[in-house]
Nanobody
Framework: VQLVASGGGLVQFGGSLRLSCVAS????????MAWYRQAPGKERELVAR??????NYIDSVKGRFTISRDNDKNTVYLEMNSLILEDTAAYYC???????????????WGQGTLVTVSS
């Protein structure tokens, strides 16, 4: 299974970006899809996760970011609005899935897409 993330770039303070991450390969089912980020010199942190129709976010992005998924396309999105300088980071998608109906859950990471917010 592979994840390919896209949509990062340079955006001005207060602007918007939409990240996408497509999962491909053998998957029986996907449990959770998530976005993490890692800023320079900081640890990777969970930004948002979607499991079924349930979503959760870190406090700093609540009301500004929206995570969604298209199950038919095995794709997870992160709509980011009102971007601030502190949102600058490499963003990584993460998928928790099973290859078969009887298998254990596995985790896979995307390659990361860079988001830079300028003042």
């Amino acid at each position: 299974v592979q994840l390919v993330a896209s949509g990062g770039g340079l955006v001005q303070f207060g602007g918007s970006l939409r990240l996408s991450c497509v999962a491909s390969g053998r998957m029986f089912s996907i449990n959770a899809m998530a976005w993490y980020r890692q800023a320079p010199g900081k640890e990777r942190e969970l930004v948002a996760r979607i499991t079924g129709d349930s979503t959760n976010y870190i406090d700093s992005v609540k009301g500004r970011f929206t995570i969604s998924r298209d199950n038919d396309k095995n794709t997870v999105y992160l709509e980011m609005n009102s971007l601030i300088l502190e949102d600058t980071a490499a963003y990584y998608c993460n998928v928790n899935y099973r290859r078969t109906s009887y298998g254990s859950y596995r985790e896979v990471w995307g390659q990361g897409t860079l988001v830079t917010v300028s003042s």
